[in-house]
Every structure is written in C-alpha cells, then in structure tokens.
T-cell receptor, first 111, second 115 residues
Framework: DAGVTQSPTHLIKTRGQHVTLRCSPISGHKSVSWYQQVLGQGPQFIFQYYEKEERGRGNFPDRFSARQFPNYSSELNVNALLLGDSALYLC??????????FGNGTRLTVT | GQQLNQSPQSMFIQEGEDVSMNCTSSSIFNTWLWYKQDPGEGPVLLIALYKAGELTSNGRLTAQFGITRKDSFLNISASIPSDVGIYFCAGPPVSTQGGSEKLVFGKGTKLTVNP
C-alpha cells in the first residue's frame, strides 16, 4: 500500500509569494494533518482536517490555510511568504484512534 | 503552551551499546508516541503507548509510559549503524482540543552510532 505522498518534494520561493503544497493520505484514512518542522526542531501542528472540515488549528497566522477534498487529499496554502516560513512541511494521515503516519514532506525555502 | 523536554539532545555511542532517552512534560498525556526521523524523510512511528505504566517492545526497542503520565522513556538495546537518526517523543496532551491528531513533539535526540 502507498504511504502518505506529498508534492512537490522541494520548492524555492521568494518573499511575498504564495505557495500550495499537496498531500494524498493513505488509502482509507479520512483525517489529514499538517505540521511545520523548522531545522533542529520537532514538528509543530498547523491544521487537522477530517471529512473536509477543519478540526484543529495550531498557533499559526492567517496566512496559512488549508482544505481537504472529497477524495481526502489536502492542500496547504501559505500567502505572503516570509523568510521564517522556510521549513519542512509534513503531512500526516490517520484513521480513527490510530497514530499519525507521516509523508516525507515538502522542503520549502524562501529567499 | 505545552512543551516536551527531551533529553539528551544528542548521543554518540559505539555499535553494540545500549541507548536510553527520555521525555518529560508539564502536562498530562493520554498517549505517548516515539518516532524516528532519517535525513530527508518524515517521522516513522516506532512505538505507541496508551496506558500509564505500560511497557512495550518493538524488536530491540522498549518504551514505557510513566506512571505520572508526564514522562516516557525509550531504550534501544545493542545499537547498530542503522539506528542513526533523530528520535522524537510526541503526544496529544489531555488538555488539547482537536483530538489525537494534534501532537506536541519534543525537540528530538540525535543518535550517532560509530561502527
């Protein structure tokens, strides 16, 4: 079975630009979560979506938004990029009461 | 906000040695998870703990859920070169809204194994 897949794997953007990251969960998983991992730190929770509804939001500004589609895939959008948004963005999926399974992430570099 | 204090930050050991790392929290947890992350990859779940006092093994790995529900440890026995990586503890604090998907992570323990 395919694991959580994320695209693109790497991305370079300029300050002020907008970025869209994509995630496909494990087949049968209806919940998708997004995490930001800055170099040298553990992942930080950004969003959780379940059945296309936002179920949780971390301490991130409104420049960060996400959505989940009927096939349970998800997009993370970040507007007005700042240098500090440079990080590894991880998507994770889960089914009811199961631990999170992470993808390999999208490495975003903002210059 | 909730924080997980993970120690040590890094470890340099010889192949064959045992390893122990731990995680403490200022908040009560109802689940403790241990993940390993290799360079360029996402975290991979190693062990999940669901009850205070629970001791669970996965091959050479053993983890325990502390009785106070505010700590956990991970042991690796007879380390091998492929154990190299960053180990994270994580969990959803009881006080957290949003269910089990909102995890708080430690800063990680970076393990280096010398052959």
């Amino acid at each position: 079975d395919a694991g959580v897949t994320q695209s693109p794997t790497h991305l370079i953007k300029t300050r002020g630009q907008h970025v869209t990251l994509r995630c496909s969960p494990i087949s049968g998983h209806k919940s998708v979560s997004w995490y930001q991992q800055v170099l040298g730190q553990g992942p930080q929770f950004i969003f959780q979506y379940y059945e296309k509804e936002e179920r949780g939001r971390g301490n991130f500004p409104d420049r960060f938004s996400a959505r989940q589609f009927p096939n349970y895939s998800s997009e993370l959008n970040v507007n007005a990029l700042l240098l500090g948004d440079s990080a590894l963005y991880l998507c994770a999926s889960s089914t009811y009461n199961s631990p999170l399974h992470f993808g390999n992430g999208t490495r975003l570099t903002v210059t | 906000g909730q924080q997980l204090n993970q120690s040590p930050q890094s470890m340099f050991i010889q192949e064959g040695e045992d390893v122990s790392m731990n995680c403490t929290s200022s908040s009560i947890f109802n689940t403790w998870l241990w993940y390993k992350q290799d360079p360029g990859e996402g975290p991979v779940l190693l062990i999940a703990l669901y009850k205070a006092g629970e001791l669970t093994s996965n091959g050479r790995l053993t983890a325990q859920f502390g009785i106070t529900r505010k700590d956990s440890f991970l042991n690796i026995s007879a380390s091998i070169p492929s154990d190299v990586g960053i180990y994270f503890c994580a969990g959803p604090p009881v006080s957290t809204q949003g269910g089990s998907e909102k995890l708080v992570f430690g800063k990680g323990t970076k393990l280096t194994v010398n052959p």
